[in-house]
């Protein structure tokens, strides 16, 4: 009996690798945030771990490409994990799967971080201990009014239907 297993593995233990590491991967992103009522569900949390677990999975079947059996599953793993990727990518950027709701879920968390950096950063320069003490004092204010709007959004619906664009001068470098 030839033991030709000993140096190879199969594609459901890769695919558990690859889906224990996005949960814990999108579980981690959560770690910053100054207080657990902050932790709400991000689509764009989601969206950045799955983006990183089909660029994990393309890195890991390349370095452990003669540990996997069956050129062409190799190829199409990796194919799919590095189109999966850009394709993840495009969705993030864009912010495709972003409305209303699903943005202040996001930025809920997004502005907690703040918070716990701004508390807990080792700040001797006075002016920068100003600046953190308003940047906690804003986060805290934006979190409240976000709580807010998501529960008057889900009692009483939007009030918008049409799509509005951010103000000119509210984009970077102009």
């Given at each position: 009996?030839?033991?030709?297993?000993?140096?190879?593995?199969?594609?459901?233990r890769?695919a558990?690798?690859?889906?224990?590491?996005?949960?814990?991967m999108?579980?981690?992103m959560?770690?910053?945030?100054?207080s657990?009522?902050h932790?709400?569900f991000?689509?764009?949390?989601?969206v950045a771990?799955?983006?990183?677990?089909?660029v994990?999975?393309?890195?890991?079947?390349g370095?452990?490409?003669s540990?996997y059996?069956?050129?062409?599953?190799?190829?199409?793993?990796?194919?799919?994990?590095?189109?999966?990727?850009?394709a993840?990518?495009a969705v993030?950027?864009?912010?495709?799967?972003?409305?209303?709701?699903?943005f202040?879920?996001?930025?809920?968390?997004?502005h907690?971080?703040?918070?716990?950096?701004?508390?807990?950063a080792?700040?001797?320069?006075p002016?920068?201990?100003?600046?953190?003490?308003?940047?906690?004092?804003a986060?805290?204010?934006?979190?409240a009014?976000?709580?807010?709007?998501l529960?008057?959004?889900?009692?009483?619906?939007?009030?918008?239907?049409?799509?509005l664009?951010a103000?000119?001068?509210a984009?970077?470098?102009?």
């Open positions: 009996m030839r033991d030709d297993t000993r140096n190879s593995m199969g594609w459901g890769f558990a690798m690859i889906a224990t590491s996005v949960l814990f999108f579980l981690l959560y770690q910053l945030v100054y657990a009522d932790v709400t991000s689509i764009n949390r989601l771990s799955l983006l990183m677990g089909c994990m999975a393309a890195i890991m079947l370095f452990m490409w540990m059996e069956g050129r062409a599953i190799k190829i199409a793993v990796m194919a799919g994990g590095i189109a999966g990727a850009f993840l990518l993030n950027r864009g912010q495709l799967l972003v409305d209303d709701t699903a202040m879920r996001s930025m809920i968390p997004h907690s971080i703040a918070i716990n950096n701004a508390r807990k080792s700040i001797s320069d002016r920068v201990r100003r600046l953190a003490d308003e940047i906690i004092e986060q805290v204010r934006e979190i009014e976000m709580k807010k709007l529960a008057d959004i889900d009692a009483n619906g939007e009030r918008g239907s049409a799509g664009r103000r000119p001068e984009r970077l470098g102009q």
